[in-house]
């Protein structure tokens, strides 16, 4: 088989991972006792590998916070400064299959969810999320109220949640994902209705089980509407872990920001990072004293949603959400459809009725994001240079990535002597077809 023949196949079978996984909530566990590799001086953040000079405020602040929290060290300065000498070392949360949104720090003693699929064999995790609050851990805030809050998760509100998934044999991710499709999510930044059905099926558990201070394990996930993200986190990690381990594939496996750099990574290079300059997320502001200047750029894992074929993916599947960044439902409409231009599969439980019941596209090809000059769209929530939380709304993925991770696939896949000529007639096909379909290609 040539080449061309085994990339074909080899995203086939990436494509056949995202649409067939079925990633199941198995339980939750301290860090370091499930994600291999993971160290007690270990801790991990969002995007892309950074320099430690480079690393953001917020980011600095969460990292310090997860090192008192550990034990590492008594203060965030005495922490601060064992980073700088190594002693404590930062790693990009990705690398392990691990999400952390935002500024999230997770370090090896912090509970994280961990999701199994039990089709293709892949795990991912990510820490729980921390609730509605603007002042956590995730926006680059610690103080002694925050800290509180971490050892409260840690010591009841993480067993519990346990205790109730265990109970329920596991919870079905794509179950939750099927029964909220046409109910206005995007499951990024808008989960409502996702986050509301796996609320009832964690309270109604934890209705029948014996676990400390269970009122206020019930009372916290009852006010917080966007618990599902980093569930859906974890569960898209488990499934872009599966699809990592396939060769020649050159659809994308991983993306994320560190607040400098955005990331993206290819099934054929595993956890290998091709950066650009980090996008803004433009849209509303949650003050109206904020501007650009304030905000970091992108900043978070939780766009491995969009990988999964959520999020900006499937904005169609939320209008509400589009309207409230300035957009309309033909925009919602079309961010979908250009995001179907450059993807090789479509879902088959997010099946929106105002889209004729097409399913959400997943499995983004490079070769068609660089040939046919068509970015995908990315949701999040946007933070502010000195900590918290500046809005929300929407970015194009920088196309910069999109052509290092080309060259780089083709590095790892081509001999070197077929390297210039191989690449440039992939993309060159690629481009007639562009033209054939009537969309711009790249001159």
């Given at each position: 088989m040539d080449i061309r023949g085994k990339i074909e196949e080899a995203n086939r079978k990436v494509t056949e991972i995202f649409t067939k996984a079925r990633p199941v909530w198995t339980k939750i566990a301290p860090a370091i006792d499930v994600i291999p590799g993971m160290e007690k001086n270990k801790i991990l953040v969002a995007g892309p590998p950074i320099a430690v000079k480079d690393i953001t405020i917020p980011v600095r602040t969460a990292v310090c916070g997860a090192a008192v929290h550990e034990g590492l060290a008594k203060t965030p300065q005495e922490a601060w400064k064992m980073v700088e000498m190594g002693e404590i070392i930062i790693d990009s949360a990705q690398n392990y299959n691990c999400g952390c949104s935002a500024a999230m720090a997770t370090s090896a003693g912090m509970p994280v969810i961990v999701c199994e699929d039990p089709v293709y064999g892949g795990v991912g995790y990510a820490p729980i999320h921390p609730g509605n609050s603007p002042k956590v851990l995730r926006w680059g805030f610690y103080d002694?109220?925050?800290?509180?809050?971490?050892?409260?998760?840690?010591?009841?509100?993480?067993?519990?949640?346990?205790?109730?998934?265990?109970?329920?044999?596991?919870?079905?991710?794509?179950?939750?994902?099927?029964?909220?499709?046409?109910?206005?999510?995007?499951?990024?930044?808008?989960?409502f209705a996702s986050s509301m059905f796996l609320d009832l099926e964690l309270i109604a558990r934890l209705a029948k089980v014996g676990v400390p201070r269970r009122d206020e394990v019930i009372g916290e996930l009852a006010v917080n509407d966007r618990f599902f993200l980093h569930v859906l986190m974890a569960a898209a990690e488990s499934v872009t872990a599966a699809a990592k381990k396939v060769p020649f594939s050159t659809v994308m496996v991983g993306m994320g920001g560190n607040g400098i750099e955005f990331g993206i990574q290819v099934a054929a290079t595993g956890n290998q990072w091709y950066t650009a300059q980090a996008p803004l997320i433009l849209g509303s502001f949650l003050n109206p004293t904020y501007t650009v200047e304030d905000m970091l750029g992108y900043l978070g894992d939780s766009c491995v949603t969009e990988v999964y074929g959520l999020g900006g993916m499937a904005a169609v599947s939320s209008p509400a959400y589009v309207r409230m960044t300035g957009g309309t439902l033909e925009d919602a409409r079309e961010r979908t459809n250009r995001a179907r231009t450059v993807s090789l599969g479509e879902h088959t439980f997010n099946q929106v009725p105002w889209d004729d019941f097409r399913g959400s596209p997943v499995a983004i090809d490079i070769r068609k994001v660089v040939a046919l000059n068509t970015l995908p769209i990315s949701h999040g929530g946007s933070g502010l240079k000195r900590g918290g939380q500046a809005g929300a709304g929407s970015c194009e993925l920088p196309l910069e990535c999109f052509k290092k991770a080309l060259w780089g696939v083709a590095e790892e896949i081509l001999p070197q002597e077929l390297l210039p000529e191989e690449l440039t007639a992939e993309t060159g096909q690629m481009a007639e077809t562009a033209e054939t379909e009537k969309m711009p290609a790249e001159a």
């Amino acid at each position: 088989m040539d080449i061309r023949g085994k990339i074909e196949e080899a995203n086939r079978k990436v494509t056949e991972i995202f649409t067939k996984a079925r990633p199941v909530w198995t339980k939750i566990a301290p860090a370091i006792d499930v994600i291999p590799g993971m160290e007690k001086n270990k801790i991990l953040v969002a995007g892309p590998p950074i320099a430690v000079k480079d690393i953001t405020i917020p980011v600095r602040t969460a990292v310090c916070g997860a090192a008192v929290h550990e034990g590492l060290a008594k203060t965030p300065q005495e922490a601060w400064k064992m980073v700088e000498m190594g002693e404590i070392i930062i790693d990009s949360a990705q690398n392990y299959n691990c999400g952390c949104s935002a500024a999230m720090a997770t370090s090896a003693g912090m509970p994280v969810i961990v999701c199994e699929d039990p089709v293709y064999g892949g795990v991912g995790y990510a820490p729980i999320h921390p609730g509605n609050s603007p002042k956590v851990l995730r926006w680059g805030f610690y103080d002694e109220e925050i800290e509180a809050h971490l050892r409260w998760f840690r010591d009841y509100y993480s067993v519990a949640l346990d205790e109730a998934v265990r109970s329920a044999g596991g919870i079905d991710v794509v179950n939750v994902l099927a029964r909220t499709a046409g109910m206005g999510d995007e499951n990024h930044n808008r989960l409502f209705a996702s986050s509301m059905f796996l609320d009832l099926e964690l309270i109604a558990r934890l209705a029948k089980v014996g676990v400390p201070r269970r009122d206020e394990v019930i009372g916290e996930l009852a006010v917080n509407d966007r618990f599902f993200l980093h569930v859906l986190m974890a569960a898209a990690e488990s499934v872009t872990a599966a699809a990592k381990k396939v060769p020649f594939s050159t659809v994308m496996v991983g993306m994320g920001g560190n607040g400098i750099e955005f990331g993206i990574q290819v099934a054929a290079t595993g956890n290998q990072w091709y950066t650009a300059q980090a996008p803004l997320i433009l849209g509303s502001f949650l003050n109206p004293t904020y501007t650009v200047e304030d905000m970091l750029g992108y900043l978070g894992d939780s766009c491995v949603t969009e990988v999964y074929g959520l999020g900006g993916m499937a904005a169609v599947s939320s209008p509400a959400y589009v309207r409230m960044t300035g957009g309309t439902l033909e925009d919602a409409r079309e961010r979908t459809n250009r995001a179907r231009t450059v993807s090789l599969g479509e879902h088959t439980f997010n099946q929106v009725p105002w889209d004729d019941f097409r399913g959400s596209p997943v499995a983004i090809d490079i070769r068609k994001v660089v040939a046919l000059n068509t970015l995908p769209i990315s949701h999040g929530g946007s933070g502010l240079k000195r900590g918290g939380q500046a809005g929300a709304g929407s970015c194009e993925l920088p196309l910069e990535c999109f052509k290092k991770a080309l060259w780089g696939v083709a590095e790892e896949i081509l001999p070197q002597e077929l390297l210039p000529e191989e690449l440039t007639a992939e993309t060159g096909q690629m481009a007639e077809t562009a033209e054939t379909e009537k969309m711009p290609a790249e001159a």
